[in-house]
């Protein structure tokens, strides 16, 4: 028996809130010690399903090595991404579906990754190939981040394993798939406890193209009139870290959850790119993307190519 | 529908050639095309073994971006150990059960890595999880290589989720383990057809222990008697690699597979600390390692220490 903490990336989602609360009762089946841990603030979306489904908010840890030797790493594996000593305990799990990159360990592990929708959606397999049952509120929890990840099945990211999976954990939850899917999308959207940095810099990642640096963040919203009409909050928000940072461009993308379509706002010297990769007019720094809802899947890719011709 | 190319590392064991031969099966279960290659040649035990189920060896190659996008990697993910080419291909699937190190992909994958004996018993798990029979011919392979990485159950790297696959593909196989296991280990285990460098360097590794390097090979052999009646020539060409290679030690551990027992030679200019590691008297460049099968998990960390005191 060993002691786990159990954790997924800083700045929780609602997949990585689910995804350590499943694996560390997974890990309890396996007659370990566990417990889920978060590696900051949890609002929005994942503070929703935890009160709907009355499940009890991790603890928020700083460091681990404090606390025990082995960790259970979930929906990340960049050390950048994780906890700040991840370099002084031993990671034992990791249950992801994002690529792997500057993760190393010196002893074998148990690692499990698969293309889909949710790190939730693996979880639930490895339940089922196990033989453990799933408690109704860890269902629910797993749903959520489900629906969280891929903007209700709208994401291109969304296999056919995520929506069959996730019927059958509504079913355990006892919700209704799309009345509960809105109501939670639309907690998570609610602007008016968000700040300008939050909706700016609260998801933003950053990434290398053409030896430039890029950040991109992206919010959900619902309806873009109330967020547009805090436009220059953002962009003077996105303009100093850009300065700060050293950035070439700040990119953020704003989606509508509900209609499956984005606006894009952007600042920087030279935003001429943008207009490439998106086959697009920039006007006051703001420009349309209809049909986007993906970052990974339809925004880094192009402005990727465009900044490589 | 993808075409895959499946291959394990280079200097191909029993678990690798295997564990190809069986995912390259399973993936055209999942409806895939998939061939099982091999990164060099295949001798001994793995030989053997293909001969024994009357299953075809894979073909050998050089590089796999002039055939094939996308492969899957079996028994490996460090890059060196891969294809020379593995940067110019997709990896969409790793099964294996070795630590990971320097592995980077720039987009989401299948990776399932679990600390068992082979990789053929992770395999063997997958079969079941998905529902697919393994044919007898595979069977026998995969019982080959988990007999061959535990040494029959011997070797502390065993686990008892080995030990119950094993009997498992055995009835699928139609083999009594103890009396094929000994065969199957004595054929590996035959000198009479190894050159020196073949027994010196055919499964050497290289290590860095406190900024030193260290080459440590391991021979399976039965009776140390035929062996050490070559030991001058063992030693001349483990003190050339020493030199053309820049190292501080080369250790050869030679393992009678029957007794579980080793042996080791060492050239270098300083072998104090592989006195000190294995409390021992080197003498005439040899000494004993009762008791030990595995450089993993009894080789590996006692020298690391000695260095690093």
């Known amino acids: 028996m060993t ?9 929780p989602d609602t997949d990585t809130i689910a995804s350590a609360i499943a694996f560390a009762y997974f890990l309890k089946q396996e007659g370990h010690q566990a417990e889920a841990v978060a590696l900051g603030e949890i609002t929005g979306e994942p503070a929703f399903a935890l009160d709907k489904f009355g499940v009890k908010p991790p603890r928020i840890i700083q460091t681990a ?4 030797s082995n960790v259970a790493l979930v929906d990340h594996n960049e ?12 990671i034992d799990y990791v249950i992801d579906h994002h690529r792997i990159s500057g993760f190393n360990t010196p002893q074998p592990l148990y690692y499990r990754a698969e293309p889909l929708g949710s790190t939730a959606t693996i979880l639930y397999k490895m339940f089922k190939e196990y033989g453990y049952e799933i408690p109704a509120d860890i269902a629910g929890m797993m749903l959520s981040a489900i629906i969280s990840d891929t903007l209700l099945f709208k994401s291109p990211t969304t296999t056919e394993k995520d929506k069959e999976i996730a019927e059958k954990l509504a079913k355990i939850a006892e919700v209704d ?3 509960y899917g809105l109501e939670f999308l639309k907690a998570g959207a609610d602007l008016s406890k968000q700040s300008d940095e939050e909706i700016v810099d609260g998801d933003a990642k950053n990434f290398v193209m053409n030896d430039k640096s890029i950040r991109i963040g992206q919010t959900n919203i619902i309806g873009f009139e109330e967020i547009l009409s805090r436009k220059n909050d953002l962009l003077k928000v996105m303009e100093d870290k850009r300065q700060e940072m050293n950035l070439e461009l700040y990119v953020l993308v704003i989606t509508d959850v509900l209609e499956s379509d984005s606006i ?8 001429k790119v943008v207009e490439a990769a998106f086959n697009t007019k920039i006007e006051n720094h703001q420009f349309d993307l209809p049909g986007v809802v993906s970052r990974k899947k339809q925004v880094v890719p192009p402005l990727t190519s465009a900044f490589n011709k």
Do not use: M, R, T
């Open 3 to 11: 002691n786990y903490l159990v954790f997924g990336h800083k700045k």
């Open 65 to 68: 090595a404090n606390e025990v």
């Open 79 to 90: 050390p950048q991404q994780s906890v700040d000593d991840i370099d002084q305990v031993q």
């Open 177 to 179: 798939i799309p009345s």
């Open 264 to 271: 894009g706002l952007v600042v920087g010297d030279d935003v």
